[in-house]
């Protein structure tokens, strides 16, 4: 079936260092992403969303990259700090009026002192 | 400040015994979703309200229903727990057809005895 994926499931990183997170997405309608950071025992927190008419989204300290070629989704955390370790999930909706975010495997971020 | 409040954050159930996990939110947004989250895992959708219409999703067990009494409130019951169903259950809201990503309420974490 069609699923949203994570290359990686735990990502090492020194702290001040530039994280990159990655994501493959299988569903080509798919034209809303959303990257979420769950802390331990907290539900997921909205970091940064892009739409699928767009390649690059900046935040504070957070640029989403999109490539619709090759289905593909990445996180830039800028200065990597003590504070972003956490799981981050990609998640795809294939139709914004549908309302349904479907959510990938999610990558540990673990950050080195 | 405009939240998702999940109760309660603990909950230890006996086998087979009913329980139900409750969901408020003050941000007005017409849509809610229960997600099933087992360690290590991506939340699954079990299903959402849009307004008063329920959608479940195909593979969400019958064991598992939910009632949204009004705009405010979204409940989820589990009739039989048993020992496969210890999760962290997560509520969300959004609004229809904005697709701004989700807001998640803390979790309850369930515990079956």
């Known amino acids: 079936g069609e699923s949203v994926g994570l290359h990686l499931p735990t990502l090492s990183v020194q702290e001040g260092d530039n994280s990159i997170i990655n994501c493959a997405y299988s569903?080509?309608?798919?034209?809303?992403f959303i990257w979420y950071k769950q802390e331990s025992g907290k539900g997921p927190q909205f970091i940064i969303d892009i739409r699928s008419n767009m390649d690059k989204r900046q935040g504070q300290r957070v640029t989403v990259l999109l490539n619709k070629t090759v289905k593909h989704l990445s996180l830039q955390i800028a200065a990597t700090q003590p504070g972003d370790s956490a799981v981050y999930f990609c998640a795809e909706n294939t139709d914004y009026r549908d309302d349904k975010i479907i959510f990938g495997k999610g990558t540990r971020l673990h950050i080195l002192p | 400040d405009a939240m998702v409040i999940q109760n309660p954050r603990y909950q230890v159930t006996q086998f087979g015994k009913p329980v139900t996990l409750s969901c408020s939110q003050t941000?007005?947004?017409?849509?809610m979703y229960w997600y099933q989250q087992k360690s290590s895992q991506a939340p699954k959708l079990l299903f959402h309200?849009?307004?008063?219409?329920?959608?479940n999703e195909a593979d969400t067990p019958d064991n598992f229903q939910s009632r949204r009494p009004n705009t405010s409130f979204c409940f989820l019951d589990i009739r039989s727990p048993g020992l496969g169903d210890a999760a962290m259950y997560l509520c969300a809201t959004s609004r229809a057809g904005q697709a701004d990503g989700y807001t998640f309420g803390s979790g309850t974490r369930l515990t079956v005895v």
């Open positions: 569903n080509s309608a798919s034209d809303y």
């Open positions: 309200y849009y307004d008063k219409d329920f959608n």
């Open positions: 941000l007005n947004h017409n849509v």
